[in-house]
C-alpha cells in the first residue's frame, strides 16, 4: 500500500484503508475574521464581543474555513496536482468542535473506496474521509469527499 | 407560512416546504483566483493555461468558493443574525456543473425538516437544502445542511 508522498499520485494510488498523515496549520484571528467578513460574516465569527456573548463564548471560524484551510492541507500534502480531476461531491461534513484563533490542525487523509470510470477510461472516483485534529488531540472536523484522479498511463 | 425576510427569523418560522429566493451574486475571474490560491491551488482553479488544458477547459472556481459565496448569500438574504447558533454539519454537496467567471449565481433556501432540540429548550435543528443556478438557469452546486436557531421567546 502505498504511502511515500514523493511523486504523482494516480487513481490506482489509492487503496481502501491507507491513512496519510498531512502536516498542520495555525489559524490566526484575523485569518478566522478575514475568512467570516467576505464568506460568513454571522456575529460569532466576525464580532469578539457578539462572539463572547454567544454559546460559543468567543470568536469561532466559519465551518467553510475549516473546510476550505483542510482542503489546502491536502493540495499541499497529497502529490496530485498533475493527476486530480475535481470532485463530483461530497458525502457529509461534521463541524464537531469550534476551531479558534491559535488552533493548530493536523489532517489525516483515509481513503475509503475506489472505483474505475466505466463510462471514462482515463479515471477513477476516490473516496475519502479527511480527519481535522487540533492541538489537543480532538477530532474537529470530518469530511467524506469524492475525487476523481487520471488512471495511471499504461506502458 | 412564513416568507417575508423583514425581521428576525426564530425556530419557528422555518416550515417544510418553504422555498426562499435569495438574491444574486457575480463572481470575476480575480475572486476566484484569490480564493485558490489561498485554499484551493489546484492548476485548474489558479492557472489559466493549465485549466485551459485540463478537462474543464477554463479556470473554473474551487467548489469551497462556490459553497462559500452560497453561505454568504444566505447570511445576506436571510435575516437570523441574531438567531442563528452555527451548524452541526452538511449531509450532502453537490458540484453539479463549474462555475466560471463571469457567471452569476441565484440562491434557493428551501427547508426540508425541523425538529426542536430535546436537551436544549432554547433551539431547534432545521435542515434545509440550498440550490445554486447560474445564469442559464442551470443548476451548479446543491449543498443539502443543517443549521440551529434560537427558539422563539415566549411572551
Given at each position: 500500500m502505498r504511502t511515500d508522498l514523493t511523486g504523482d499520485w494516480y487513481f490506482e494510488d489509492f487503496t481502501p484503508g491507507q491513512e496519510i498523515e498531512l502536516g498542520s496549520r495555525t489559524v490566526s484571528e484575523e485569518e478566522i475574521i478575514d475568512f467570516a467578513r467576505q464568506f460568513d460574516p454571522q456575529p460569532f465569527h466576525v464580532d469578539r464581543e457578539a462572539a463572547s456573548g454567544s454559546i460559543y463564548g468567543g470568536v469561532i471560524a466559519s465551518g467553510w474555513h475549516t473546510c476550505a484551510m483542510m482542503m489546502r492541507m491536502v493540495v499541499d500534502g497529497m502529490p496530485f496536482a498533475s493527476t486530480s480531476m475535481g470532485?463530483?461531491?461530497?458525502d457529509g461534513v461534521r463541524w464537531l468542535l469550534p476551531v479558534r484563533a491559535g488552533d493548530t490542525l493536523s489532517l489525516r487523509h483515509v481513503t475509503k473506496q475506489v472505483k474505475a470510470s466505466n463510462s471514462k477510461p482515463d479515471r477513477g472516483v476516490v473516496w475519502t474521509s479527511w480527519v481535522a485534529t487540533n492541538q489537543h488531540g480532538e477530532t474537529v472536523c470530518t469530511i467524506e469527499g469524492m475525487a476523481m484522479f487520471k488512471r495511471r498511463p499504461a506502458g
Open positions: 470532485s463530483p461531491g461530497l
